[in-house]
């Protein structure tokens, strides 16, 4: 029983990368172009608000730095680094830089929550780097030292938060809704002053950007972030680290349905590898 709830909770957090997968065609294909930091912020701050409303509960003492620190990390800081290497790299190569994050949580795994250090892990690491790099990867991809920095910076944030989150672990009077709550606010409201500053407002809003916005915000974050946080809390942090390879994979299924984008030989390739890493990365002994 406990190895069909291991799969379960395996299945169900592996959602939420997928559905962050939608969220590169939303942006570029449907919102008002060029604010990509104001889609983050839709998406984050008036989810965290709707789950607070309906929670009505607060941190306490210490737990009120610390999800300060959780919300900058996974949400304020790690969308802000995404967007600025969006910016100034091509999408493939941001995707590669953010695959990085399995290698960057296992080694703050080892230091923090005192985990063995496998040959299996580092080898899923790599076959996920590869994987994604068949993926997006072409030959005239060219680096900008900017973008890299600020690719690495979110992977970072990303990876440090994720290791905080397993590491602190939840606090006893936050529900998952009110704890992802929380996190979403400080995040939103942490990136609001910014996507103002840098994009101010869009001046025109049709029904369907609308629409768009509300699936971030009910889809791309409520739901989301909530099956993440709780796969964190039921799952190894190392395996959690390596379903964020779906989201390329995601992204990709996705812009060859609605953008007719095709596949070559070579990606399909990497997607088979992406698949093959996640799956090596979960404990054998729990299944």
């Known amino acids: 029983?406990?190895?069909i709830r291991?799969?379960?909770n395996i299945l169900l957090t592996a959602l939420a990368p997928i559905v962050w997968g939608s969220t590169y065609i939303i942006t570029t294909e449907i919102l008002p172009p060029n604010m990509p930091l104001l889609a983050?912020?839709?998406?984050?701050?008036p989810a965290g608000i709707l789950l607070l409303?309906?929670?009505r509960t607060a941190p306490k003492g210490i737990w009120w730095l610390r999800i300060m620190v959780l919300g900058l990390l996974n949400i304020g800081a790690f969308f802000y680094f995404l967007f600025v290497a969006a910016g100034y790299l091509p999408g493939g190569t941001a995707s590669?830089?953010?695959?990085?994050?399995?290698?960057?949580v296992i080694l703050l795994s080892t230091c923090l929550l005192k985990t063995s250090l496998t040959i299996k892990h580092t080898i899923s690491a790599i076959l996920g780097i590869i994987g994604i790099s068949l993926l997006v990867l072409n030959s005239t991809t060219h680096l900008n030292w900017q973008g890299v920095i600020a690719g690495l910076a979110g992977c970072?944030?990303?990876?440090?938060?994720?290791?905080?989150?397993?590491?602190?672990?939840?606090?006893?009077?936050?529900?998952?809704?009110?704890?992802?709550?929380?996190q979403l606010t400080f995040g939103g409201l942490m990136l609001l002053p910014v996507a103002i500053y840098m994009e101010g407002l869009p001046q025109h809003l049709t029904v369907t950007n609308i629409l768009s916005y509300s699936y971030l915000c009910l889809v791309g974050a409520v739901f989301s972030y909530i099956i993440w946080f709780r796969g964190i809390e039921k799952l190894p942090v190392v395996t959690i680290s390596f379903l964020g390879f779906l989201s390329a994979l995601s992204a990709c299924i996705l812009g060859y349905l609605f953008l007719k984008q095709t596949f070559s030989l070579l990606q399909l390739l990497g997607a088979c590898t992406i698949i093959i890493a996640v799956w090596l990365s979960i404990p054998r002994n729990q299944i």
């Open 156 to 182: 970072g944030c990303m990876s440090l938060g994720v290791v905080l989150t397993k590491y602190w672990h939840r606090p006893t009077n936050l529900s998952l809704l009110s704890f992802t709550g929380w």
């Open 53 to 55: 409303l309906i929670c």
């Open 6 to 8: 291991f799969i379960r």
């Open 1 to 3: 029983m406990s190895e």
């Open 96 to 104: 590669l830089i953010v695959a990085c994050q399995p290698i960057i």
């Open 40 to 45: 983050s912020t839709i998406r984050a701050l």
